[in-house]
C-alpha cells in the first residue's frame, strides 16, 4: 500500500467514524492505535489527522493530544447554503422536464424510505435511511450527467453531516417523505418558486435536530 492510498484510507476511515457518531465530539484519537487497527504506519495515520483537522474535523492541541472537534454551527451554515445553492441550480435543470420513468424512479426511492423508516428493527437501518435520502437528492444529479457534482458536494459537507445522524432520532426525520413528495410534486408542476421554497423548507429542518441535540449534547457544539 503507498503512502498516498494508505493516508487516504485513514482520512475517509476515521472521516465516516465522525459523521456517524461513531467517534464523538471530545474523543481522543491516538495515532498509533489507529495505525494499528488499519495495519498501515503512523505517517501516514499523522498526515490524515492534519487533512482531518483543516477541515474542522478533528483538533489537534500540542502537548495535550488529538480529539474529535466539535460541530461547527456557522460552518454548517455555510455548507447548508453551498449545498441549497447548487441543488437549486440542478433541480431547475429538470423542472418540467422529468419523464415518466423518471419519475417512478424518484416515487421508488420515497416508497422505500417510507417503508424502512416504518421498519426500525431493520439491519443498518439508520445508514440506508441516508443512502436513499442521497439517492432522491443524487436523482437530478444524475439526469443531467453532473452526478460527480453532487459525490464533491457531499464529500465537502463535514458539519451538516454529522448532525444528519441526530435527524434520524427526532422529529424533523418523519417529514422525509413528506418533503420529498412536495419536492419532487413542484418539479412535475414545472413551478421553478415553488421548487425553490419546498427545497429550502426541507433543507432549513436541520435545525429542529440541531436545536434536540444541542439539548441533550451541549458539549458536542461550538458557535465557530
Not at 28 to 44: F, H, K, Q, V
Not at 188 to 199: F, Y
Request: include cysteine; charge should be negative; hydrophobic fraction near 35%.
Amino acid at each position: 500500500m503507498s503512502s498516498m492510498s494508505a493516508r487516504e484510507l485513514a482520512y475517509q476511515t476515521i472521516r465516516s467514524r465522525i459523521i456517524t457518531m461513531e467517534l464523538k465530539p471530545g474523543d481522543p484519537l491516538n495515532d498509533r492505535e489507529l495505525a494499528e487497527e488499519l495495519n498501515i504506519s503512523r505517517t501516514p495515520m499523522r498526515e490524515a489527522l492534519i487533512m482531518l483537522n483543516i477541515a474542522h474535523m478533528v483538533v489537534i492541541k500540542p502537548q495535550s493530544g488529538t480529539y474529535v472537534a466539535p460541530i461547527d454551527l456557522k460552518l454548517m451554515e455555510l455548507e447548508q447554503f453551498a449545498r441549497y445553492t447548487l441543488e437549486k441550480e440542478i433541480l431547475n435543470r429538470v423542472c418540467g422536464r422529468l419523464t415518466p420513468q423518471q419519475e417512478a424512479e424518484y416515487r421508488w426511492i420515497i416508497e422505500d424510505y417510507r417503508v424502512l423508516e416504518a421498519r426500525p428493527e431493520e439491519s443498518q437501518r439508520e445508514k440506508r435511511l441516508l443512502e436513499l435520502d442521497n439517492a432522491f437528492h443524487r436523482k437530478a444529479f444524475e439526469i443531467t450527467g453532473m452526478e460527480a457534482h453532487f459525490d464533491h458536494m457531499l464529500g465537502e459537507l463535514q458539519h451538516v453531516e454529522r448532525i444528519r445522524k441526530f435527524s434520524l432520532q427526532t422529529n424533523e426525520n418523519k417529514t422525509v417523505c413528506a418533503s420529498h413528495t412536495h419536492i419532487l410534486e413542484a418539479l412535475l408542476h414545472g413551478d421553478l418558486q415553488e421548487v425553490s421554497d419546498a427545497l429550502e423548507s426541507h433543507l432549513s429542518r436541520y435545525k429542529l435536530s440541531v436545536e434536540e441535540a444541542k439539548r441533550v449534547h451541549p458539549d458536542y457544539f461550538t458557535e465557530g
